[in-house]
């Protein structure tokens, strides 16, 4: 397997001036090739890529191969090429996140292999949801958050800000799993740097912060919070807190900064409510931390789980009684 040095790519910007084939070259060795896969139907198009899902021949495992034409790429797409290959390293080996494997040069394409999510994306879901007007349960959209909260957390542990997280960039397994992927915008932080200034990700789930367009203001990991937030509260409505049909981007703009969004209802629990407006406060500063998003959300899976446990229980219960009065 490939192992390429994420601080070596970090620091490879001296190499920017070479073409983008030959810098790939300079840091993959091709120990692997498309030979070695099975390259099935298109699941994914981007500007310079396409993802495949493919099977691994030396042990038949199912794995999404992205294929990106590096030879086409100018200076800054080669780098944020090499960036997003470091930050899966990076960040690998999280249940709640996307799995790395592997990665090669072939021919004139740099070849990503990552875990394959067969159930799609959340957005798929949502929408699927939204068409037949039925809200998720809440102890079911506890179990999703909890386990993007988790994933998120792991992130930033490893100074890794996502930077656009949103239910298309979250996958489901074939075994109910949720998993954090596509990190294509995400940006590491050195220990010495607590801000970031560059505006990415979609506007939708977009931080005040970074939809401000003050010059030379920048975001913390806050504004991934903000996003989470948002996420949490699509999980909740089936729609993002801020999307309203033919809103232009600069109404989104104002009202995402006003913080103008309707407010989750009653019928969820205080705890969904508080957190949701909590993550989505236009202050940074008063957006909870991480640490304190997961504790709540673990402890509300755990209750919702055991809510549904006791009444499997009592519904057994029922039924048997049921079944000897007839007796």
């Known amino acids: 397997?490939?192992?390429?040095?994420?601080?070596?790519?970090?620091?490879?910007?001296?190499?920017?001036?070479?073409?983008?084939?030959?810098?790939?070259?300079?840091?993959?060795?091709?120990?692997m090739s498309l030979d070695d896969y099975e390259v099935g139907r298109?699941?994914?198009?981007?500007k310079f890529s396409t993802v495949y899902k493919a099977k691994r021949k030396s042990d038949n495992l199912t794995v999404a191969l992205k294929k990106i034409a590096v030879d086409v790429m100018d200076k800054k797409d080669v780098e944020a090429c090499m960036q997003e290959v470091a930050l899966l390293q990076n960040v690998t080996n999280h249940?709640?996140?996307?799995?790395?494997?592997?990665?090669?040069?072939?021919?004139?394409?740099?070849?990503?292999?990552?875990?394959?999510?067969?159930?799609?994306?959340?957005?798929?879901?949502?929408?699927?949801?939204?068409?037949?007007?039925?809200?998720?349960?809440?102890?079911?959209?506890?179990?999703?958050?909890?386990?993007?909260?988790?994933?998120?957390?792991h992130m930033h542990r490893k100074r890794t800000m996502h930077r656009d997280l949103k239910p298309a960039n979250i996958f489901l397994t074939a075994k109910g799993m949720v998993k954090l992927g596509d990190l294509g915008l995400g940006r590491y932080l050195s220990e010495a740097t607590m801000e970031a200034f560059t505006k990415v990700g979609t506007p939708l789930y977009m931080s005040p912060e970074m939809l401000s367009g003050k010059r030379g203001s920048g975001y913390t990991w806050k504004s991934d919070v903000y996003s989470l937030g948002?996420?949490?509260?699509?999980?909740?409505?089936?729609?993002?807190?801020?999307?309203?049909?033919?809103?232009?981007?600069q109404e989104l703009c104002k009202r995402v900064i006003r913080g103008d969004y309707e407010h989750l209802p009653k019928v969820f629990s205080d705890e969904m409510?508080?957190?949701?407006?909590?993550?989505?406060?236009?202050?940074?500063?008063?957006r909870p931390d991480l640490e304190e998003i997961c504790a709540i959300s673990e402890a509300m899976t755990e209750?919702?789980?055991?809510?549904?446990?006791?009444?499997?229980?009592?519904?057994?219960?029922?039924?048997?009684?049921?079944?000897?009065?007839?007796?």
């Open 95 to 153: 249940p709640n996140i996307i799995n790395y494997l592997d990665s090669f040069l072939d021919d004139h394409y740099l070849v990503i292999v990552l875990e394959w999510a067969g159930a799609g994306d959340l957005k798929r879901q949502l929408d699927k949801a939204q068409q037949k007007s039925a809200r998720f349960d809440e102890g079911l959209v506890w179990k999703i958050f909890n386990q993007i909260a988790s994933a998120l957390l």
């Open 42 to 46: 298109m699941s994914g198009k981007g």
């Open 230 to 249: 948002c996420v949490l509260y699509e999980l909740a409505m089936l729609r993002a807190p801020f999307k309203e049909p033919g809103m232009t981007f």
């Open 303 to 327: 209750k919702y789980a055991k809510l549904k446990s006791d009444r499997k229980e009592r519904e057994g219960k029922m039924a048997d009684a049921g079944g000897k009065s007839k007796k």
């Open 273 to 286: 409510r508080d957190i949701v407006d909590g993550m989505l406060a236009t202050d940074p500063d008063k």
């Open 1 to 31: 397997m490939t192992s390429v040095s994420f601080a070596r790519i970090i620091d490879s910007r001296h190499h920017s001036s070479v073409h983008g084939t030959k810098i790939f070259g300079l840091l993959f060795k091709k120990i």
